[in-house]
């Protein structure tokens, strides 16, 4: 099994056209920066640009005031996300108010991770109970890890590409806005190597969805 993960590629210039967290968002001309559409009505803050094959995947969530609009909520309104196409994207005009830009900004660059499914599947190792780790899961812990260690160096996984939603179960997966459709899944977010990098996602990981027909994003915490 293989999971493309995205790892922490050092900083990267704001406004650049490759894939990052933070920085300025990229948008066709016209573009009006989101407002959180929950209880604060402010500017949502830019979140990552994820250049895909059909486009770019434009992530904004609310933090005006952490924990009080549910950005966690893939309906809530406190979070957008946007299916672009690649030609012709400009920088935005940032909002004068509001919590709108991260503090850094994080280039990332992709990393095929290929795991024996075999290795991990031995059902009898694990209890009834116990959930028997994913691709995701296996991928984020063992990256750079050392066979004498625990832990890798999972802080400088910033998520990852396709896939499968790790862990989320069949009631959270969202429904297109649009066509009422079910939506496929897009990439996993992870809040960062460091203090100064990092997204706020509650100490969660962030699970981004689209519908290609429509378009159409959504995104969520679990």
Known sequence: MQTNLMIYDGAAPADSDVPR??????????FTWPMCGCFCGGPLQFF??????????????????????????????????YLFPREELQPVAVPDTGVTL???TSAIRTQ???????????????????LVPDAYDLAR???????????????????????????LEDDRLPACP???????FAAHLEEGISSQTAMNLGGQLAYVF?????????FLTD
């Open 21 to 30: 967290t933070g920085g300025v968002p990229l948008a066709p001309a016209g």
């Open 210 to 218: 689209v519908c290609r027909a429509c378009r159409e994003g959504a």
């Open 141 to 167: 812990s063992g990256w750079k890890r050392e066979p004498e260690e625990r832990f890798g160096k999972q802080r400088e996984v910033l998520g990852s590409l396709g896939g499968s939603p790790s862990y």
């Open 48 to 81: 990552a640009h994820l250049p895909v094959e059909d486009g770019v995947l434009s992530v904004f969530v609310c933090q005006n005031n952490p924990g009080a609009c549910e950005f966690w909520d893939a309906t809530s309104g406190a979070n957008r996300v």
């Open 102 to 104: 991260l503090p850094a």
């Open 178 to 184: 649009s066509c009422a459709g079910t939506m496929e």
């Open 112 to 130: 095929v991770v290929t795991l024996d499914p075999e290795e991990y599947d031995d059902h009898d190792d694990h209890d009834d109970d116990e």
